[in-house]
């Protein structure tokens, strides 16, 4: 099965990532928390915001699908072809 396909469950998440910030002293951290990462906001020493448009993230999301699955299982027809629209 591909990556990221299950999402875990809100308690797993924060216990896991908990664990992990618990046991680094330097770290960064990467991706949306929304909602359900507000308990770990205390333990930011900095945030940095960065947006861009939707139209780029889509196109460098579509690249790395086709690195890690091969242009053949994105394209129309593949097996992924449909999940890949989304």
Known sequence: ???FQVKRDT???Q???LQDLDNST??????SLCGWGD???PKFDLVVYLWIPKELRMTRLLQREV????A?????????????LS
């Open 11 to 13: 308690e797993v998440r």
């Open 67 to 70: 690195q890690r699955y091969g």
């Open 1 to 3: 099965m591909p990556s």
């Open 15 to 17: 216990r896991k990532l």
């Open 39 to 41: 308990m770990f906001i």
């Open 72 to 84: 053949g299982t994105i394209k129309e027809g593949g097996t992924m072809h449909e999940a890949s």
């Open 26 to 31: 330097n770290w960064i951290l990467s991706g």
